[in-house]
């Protein structure tokens, strides 16, 4: 495959060190909403995180994607699957740790209003708590859950996890256990960290049962924001079964301007930047891939299509 189109923000930064590093190749980079289809019938393999708004994917026979979530690949309707799907091998987790970390300090610590008090010039005394022996429950036992849970573990929280297998690293997760029991580990959460990938089980899995069921969690989600059912949260907060909420991934994005949970104080907002892709990882697990599939073998990151990630 010789004829790569590129469909990114970073796209001239892609091309050129993509050419530097395989001056054969022939590239065409665009942000991927003005990929065009003469420019998908050109090209062979095709480089970006989410699918360019065209109908088809003309002549590309490969997608590589960018981000770890390949869910804008497979909904709302799948890449067909005689094209051949791959995903970087960029590991997010060390990043998404420490934005779980920092919003748990944020709530902890109370900085939004420590910071408001002193804008005020007000000496005003705020009980801060220490995240030691606190519970966190993460969701999604994988790359990303798992650099989670080591850093929260390191301060001395106690960690549980819960996946699709009911199974994570043991020297992160003191216990761990298989999503039928989200709701009854919801129930004894502090944390309650989303950090699963979007597939048709996970759609939903943080719904009313599971809101309903916390007594007082802080709910993160690092995932995706189908994952939660976004529109209970305001309810949750009101009725105290959640305690605060950071969000890094919404349903729709740009979160909607008339979204209640822009101007909820209890709400801490990011915009989808919690494990941001870098052009020199996202290029190199594309060359690995294309390395693979020139010596004639299967590509390491592979997707796996019926189990979605
Ligand atoms: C970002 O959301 C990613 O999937 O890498």
């Known amino acids: 495959m010789k004829r790569v189109v590129i469909g990114a923000n970073a796209h001239a930064v892609l091309s050129k060190a993509l050419l530097l590093r395989r001056p054969d190749l022939e590239v065409r980079g665009r942000r991927y909403t003005d990929v065009t289809e003469d420019d998908l019938h050109w090209g062979e393999a095709y480089l970006g995180f989410r699918r360019p708004p065209v109908a088809g994917m003309g002549n590309i026979r490969w997608v590589h994607c960018t981000g770890a979530g390949v869910d804008a690949w497979l909904f709302p309707e799948e890449l067909p ?27 902890s610590q109370q900085l939004g209003a420590v910071a408001q008090d002193q804008q005020q010039r007000r000496w005003q005394h705020r009980d801060v708590t220490m995240l030691r022996g606190t519970r966190v429950v993460i969701v999604g036992t994988g790359d990303v859950g798992s650099h989670v849970g080591r850093l929260f573990r390191a301060l001395g929280c106690v960690v549980h996890g819960v996946s699709r297998s009911g199974l994570g690293d043991p020297e992160v997760f003191s216990s761990c256990s298989t999503a039928a029991s989200l709701a009854t580990e919801a129930a004894k959460a502090d944390w309650l960290i989303v950090t699963l990938p979007l597939t048709a089980a996970t759609r939903g899995m943080v719904g009313r049962g599971v809101l309903e069921a916390c007594r007082g969690a802080v709910l993160m989600n690092a995932g995706r924001g189908a994952v939660v059912d976004e529109s209970l949260i305001p309810e949750a907060l009101d009725k105290g079964w959640l305690r605060g909420a950071a969000l890094d991934v919404f349903d729709v ?4 301007q008339e979204s209640p949970l822009w101007d909820d104080p209890r ?24 390395n693979a599939l020139e010596r004639g073998e299967q590509p390491l990151t592979v997707v796996d299509r019926d189990r979605q990630y």
Not at 88 to 107: D, N, Q, V, Y
Not at 253 to 256: R, Y
């Open 81 to 107: 699957r005689d094209i051949l799907l791959t995903r970087t091998a960029e590991s997010f987790g060390p990043m998404i740790a420490e934005w779980a970390l920092a919003r748990a300090l944020a709530f």
């Open 253 to 256: 994005e740009p979160l909607p």
């Open 267 to 290: 709400v801490v907002i990011s915009p989808h930047i919690s494990g941001p892709t870098t052009p020199i990882a996202a290029l190199d697990g594309f060359l690995d891939c294309l």
